[in-house]
């Protein structure tokens, strides 16, 4: 199925934290998890139990995380039969975006280029079986496919899906954190369809290089890729 979670970002946004920060880390990786789309709009987080014992925090600091992202619009919490954790739908738009630091946009973007770059030459020179083959060619065409409403959270798993099939567990986790950083910068502004089409066509030539096995277009397609959405970004921030 394309639109569940790839495996190895769940395990990253849902690894436990460290003990010093525990509330700021558990809700900074809840705000990851709505970011990266690994729980979609209008869908439930998983139990303050199992939080709990993935973040391998107290559910009183996990219901504490819950209730500062409620008051901040990202999460309803609903009683009942069916009730639990929903991430909001739709999610807040920030009426005044935080200021991006000239050095704050090029330390990220310079880390992503790095992680995104390696992750798709890493993916192409592996022997990839016929379900990680499918599954990331699946993934591409629920982006191209998507609506405007779907279309950043499905990129994101498209991108997240690349630095998985690498087989580098860790890779994932840094690509996550990176890409949830972007995605803030990303909601600000709004998708622009000349630019979703040149991105899907960018987005085939990444997957067909991957499945090919040539690294080296791999790495050259998204690079220009990722030039492509830096210049929008420098554009709408600075």
Not at 134 to 142: C, T
Not at 177 to 202: C, D, G, K, M, Y
């Amino acid at each position: 199925m394309t639109d569940a979670p790839l495996a190895e970002v769940r395990r990253a946004v849902y690894r436990p934290v460290r003990e010093g920060n525990a509330l700021e880390d558990t809700t900074a990786r809840l705000v990851q998890t709505v970011r990266l789309g690994v729980v979609p709009p209008g869908e439930s987080l998983p139990s303050e139990r199992d939080l709990a014992a993935m973040y391998a925090v107290s559910r009183d600091t996990v219901r504490e995380a819950i209730r500062e992202l409620a008051d901040a619009g990202y999460l309803v919490r609903r009683r009942g039969r069916y009730g639990g954790t929903f991430v909001a739908d739709p999610l807040p738009q920030p009426e005044n975006p935080r200021q991006v630091t000239a050095e704050e946009l090029e330390d990220v973007l310079g880390m992503r280029r790095v992680l995104e770059a390696g992750a798709a030459r890493a993916a192409a020179a592996r022997t990839l079986d016929a379900a990680a083959r499918d599954e990331l060619w699946a993934r591409y065409e629920a982006v191209a496919a998507a609506t405007e409403s779907d279309y950043r959270r499905l990129d994101t798993q498209l991108h997240l899906a690349i630095a998985e099939a690498a087989g580098i567990p860790s890779l994932v986790a840094l690509a996550a954190e990176n890409r949830a950083r972007v995605n803030e910068w990303l909601n600000t502004f709004p998708l622009l369809r000349r630019n979703i089409e040149h991105s899907n066509a960018q987005h085939e030539r990444i997957v067909t290089a991957i499945l090919a096995g040539r690294p080296d277009a791999a790495v050259a397609v998204i690079l220009e890729h990722l030039a492509g959405s830096e210049a929008l970004l420098r554009g709408f921030l600075s």
